[in-house]
């Protein structure tokens, strides 16, 4: 009986070393679990900490008529209007649910007009444009239903947004070239690309762009001046050239730079006071204010303060000024207060803004006359 014992308190010590009782096995366990618990926790918060700021930049293009979207996968997504293949999958059909655009993997921007789709620039001429992180670059709508490559540039380093409403972009390559697009002026001319060498932040504008890099450049540009192109092409005439060519086109004005601009106004970057351009009598003037981040003026006014407040007035046939009204606002503005913005795009009749949390709103044509989010910061982080 007592060998018996003996050998029993022995497979015990065997299974439990000392200090090792069944109870402190299962505590050990169980802070096993906590650590790898906690280092998950950690993972997930690192995460959302690396997760990247949508912004207009390249990440959304956005119009009274479609969607598209880069998710964190790298893919692109729309929804909406298609009858030129804006949605790039091969069809003319409209979605009102999200669809993939073909063809595309490891993508890192997206660049249209924020009349992309409209049937603006030659009826529905305009394209979308993406690039992928290896700098190739693909475009489809205008009547291309599926990503092409576009093999005008060599070694792309980056490609943005220029800075103001029409959403154009500007492409650099690595041996310092520099281009920006205008795309197409009427039905039968293509987009073409015009060589820069300013180290400047530009804006194109239909017709007109301005160039920022310490000094204000207003040039106006048409197909007669510029080249009228039939085929996509990058432009035989640089930006320089064209100065030279015809600078009772071009207005300069010294030490201004540019925090953001739209059209005729712009915002200077020391002070945020909103300044606009005269064309007819090439001069500029200061309206005043100061705190102001974007300022945009049409048929209505738009302006963004650096607190978020977005305050609107004028037109509001399309409900654009946000209010949930289709009255007209003239003397006083309507302030967004309750949503903080840190940025927008606008036709004048429809604008779209993201907030400080990533979610994109858009309100007057094309949608509601409040503030509504259509994309969530979940929906651009999401794998669909």
């Known amino acids: ?32 679990e906590t650590n ?37 996968d790298g893919h692109v997504w729309g929804k909406g209007v298609n009858v030129n293949g804006n949605l790039g999958n091969g069809k003319r059909v409209d979605a009102s649910d999200w669809v993939q655009v073909s063809d595309l993997e490891n993508i890192v921007g997206i660049y249209a007009s924020v009349t992309y789709g ?27 239903f599926t990503p092409e490559t576009v093999n005008l540039f060599s070694n792309i380093k980056s490609v943005n947004r220029a800075k103001g409403g029409a959403s154009r972009m500007t492409i650099e390559c690595e041996n310092g070239e ?11 001319q293509d987009d073409y690309f015009i060589p820069y060498a300013s180290e400047g932040e530009i804006d194109t504008i239909t017709e007109k762009f301005f160039l920022s890099d310490g000094n204000l450049k207003y040039f106006t540009l048409t197909s007669q001046y510029a080249g009228n192109q039939p085929t996509l ?14 600078p009772d086109r071009l207005f300069s004005i010294d030490n201004i730079k540019v925090k953001n601009a739209d059209g005729n106004y712009f915002v200077d970057e020391e002070n945020g006071a909103v300044y606009k351009y005269n064309e007819s009598e090439k001069s500029v003037e200061n309206l005043g204010g100061k705190g102001w981040k974007k300022y945009s003026s049409g048929v209505s006014t738009f302006a963004l303060s650096e607190d978020g407040i977005l305050s609107t007035k004028g037109d509001n046939s399309e409900g654009q000024l946000g209010d949930g009204t289709t009255e007209d606002l003239e003397d006083t503005y309507y302030k967004i207060s309750e949503i903080s913005f840190k940025e927008f795009v606008t036709t004048g009749r429809f604008i779209a803004a993201l907030d400080h949390d990533d979610n994109l709103w858009a309100w007057g044509e094309g949608y509601g006359a409040a503030p509504e989010i259509v994309v969530s910061k979940e929906e651009f982080m999401k794998v669909k």
Request: aromatic share 10%; with cysteine; charged share 30%.
């Open 1 to 32: 009986m007592r060998k018996r014992l003996f050998v029993i308190l022995m497979c015990l010590v065997a299974l439990y070393p000392a200090g090792c009782s069944p109870k402190a096995a299962e505590s050990e366990v169980s802070e096993e």
């Open 118 to 144: 409209d049937g603006y620039g030659g009826e529905g001429q305009e394209h979308c444009y993406a690039v992928d992180e290896d700098g190739t670059l693909y475009r489809w709508g205008g009547n291309i």
């Open 36 to 72: 790898k618990q906690t280092e998950e926790k950690d993972i997930i918060e690192q995460s959302h900490d690396d997760a990247r700021e949508i912004s207009f930049n390249g990440d959304i293009v956005i119009s009274k008529g479609l969607i598209l979207i880069l998710t964190d």
């Open 178 to 188: 520099k281009y920006f697009m205008v795309d197409a002026f009427y039905e039968g």
């Open 233 to 246: 092409a990058v432009s035989s005439k640089s930006l320089q050239d064209l100065y030279e060519e015809h």
